[in-house]
């Protein structure tokens, strides 16, 4: 399967593509994403022969995290194989995606942190239900350049030391935080405060999501970060580790230790291996897709989400990511069939250490 992130370089945030049916890549743009109140019209069943009638009349408009964009597109490319509905997708990040969803723009809002209490309080206002979809672990990899010799590992409290807010203006040089660093410029590179990977890393960080110091070089594309990192030499940055495995040639991971002899003696880098069995604490968290309950009144959205936990989970180690636990989607699967409202987070937004089988069974 050609790389799903290559394609991504071509996009801004700002902008929605859209994947054809008979195409492997994107190839052409809107502006404006259409609406989840978009008229039905009949789909095709899987397999089938697919209806004569206008794709435009089954746009499945989805838009949000960039982490979760290269599953998004890699289901949406199979779907359409088969479907004729047309996809568009966004990536303006966790939180520009939940402001669309709530706003009713779109079907399918894709998250890498849990909804926030305020998004909640919007959607209901607008009157939209939800139903939160857990659909793939990641991790978040802390990463430099390849010439750097000396960050072979970080503690937690290092990069608390690094990233809060007092740190601001402050401290500037690497060798401020750890004695033996070079006392030369620290440059750091991380996502927008509209991504859900910011939130969960000022949580899992800091301790308090959205808190962090404001001076760093921020995208909600997750590329634009890759391509800063892998360019200087003196840089240290963050996101989704799906971005790092497409890109290890040019980047350097580092190690974290967070000090709990039970997730594993001393810093441990983030794999697929150490993803799933949760010892790459305090940085994995899950990800998610939310759904507009009025959009699954419409087929073909009912057929994406369906194919999305069936057939899609197929792709997901693929473009970088670590499956559920076959028991997860299993829950999740009865959690979109019965159309079961409402977050697994209580709408208190991203929890550190977090097992998805536990929080779908209600343990």
């Not at 994947?19 to 019209?41: D, H, M, Q, R, Y």
């Not at 894709?110 to 309080?121: D, F, L, M, N, Q």
């Not at 009025?294 to 990511?321: C, H, M, P, S, W």
């Amino acid at each position: 399967m050609a790389s799903y992130f290559m394609q991504t370089q071509r996009l801004s945030f700002a902008v929605s593509c859209v994947v054809l049916a008979t195409a492997a890549t994107f190839t052409g743009c809107s502006k404006n994403a259409a609406p989840s109140g978009e008229p039905a019209a009949p789909s095709t069943e899987p397999g089938a022969a697919p209806s004569a009638e206008p794709v435009a009349d089954r746009v499945i408009a989805i838009d949000g995290s960039s982490t979760v964009f290269p599953i998004t597109e890699a289901v949406a490319e199979e779907f359409q194989k088969e479907n004729r509905a047309k996809v568009t997708i966004g990536v303006s990040g966790t939180g520009g995606g939940f402001k669309k969803f709530c706003a009713g723009e779109i079907a399918i809002a894709g998250a890498s942190r849990p909804i926030k209490p305020t998004e909640e309080t919007a959607c209901s206002a607008a009157k939209i239900e939800y139903i939160e979809l857990p659909v793939a672990y990641d991790g978040l990899a802390v990463v430099t350049h390849p010439k750097n010799t000396w960050a072979k590992s970080l503690t937690v409290a290092e990069l608390k030391k690094i990233w809060e807010p007092e740190a601001q203006g402050k401290l500037l040089k690497w060798s401020q935080v750890r004695p033996g660093f070079p006392d030369k410029p620290l440059r750091l590179f991380g996502p927008g405060v509209d991504s859900g990977s910011y939130d969960y890393f000022t949580k899992a960080v800091v301790g308090e999501e959205h808190k962090s110091r404001g001076d760093y070089t921020s995208s909600e594309d997750d590329n634009v970060l890759v391509k800063g990192i892998s360019t200087d030499k003196l840089a240290l940055g963050f996101f989704g580790f799906s971005y790092y495995f497409e890109n290890k040639d040019s980047l350097k991971l580092v190690p974290i230790d967070d000090g709990i002899a039970e997730n594993g003696a001393g810093a441990i880098a983030p794999s697929h291996e150490t993803i799933e069995k949760g010892s790459y604490q305090p940085l994995s968290r899950p990800i998610f897709i939310y759904v507009s309950k009025q959009a699954v009144e419409r087929k073909e959205v009912r057929d994406f989400v369906g194919f999305y936990l069936n057939e899609g989970i197929k792709l997901i180690e693929e473009v970088g990511y670590v499956k559920l636990p076959e028991d997860a989607y299993k829950l999740a699967r009865a959690r979109f069939e019965q159309r079961t409202p409402g977050s697994l987070f209580a709408g208190a937004g991203s929890k550190v250490g977090v097992t998805v089988t536990d929080l779908l069974a209600g343990k």
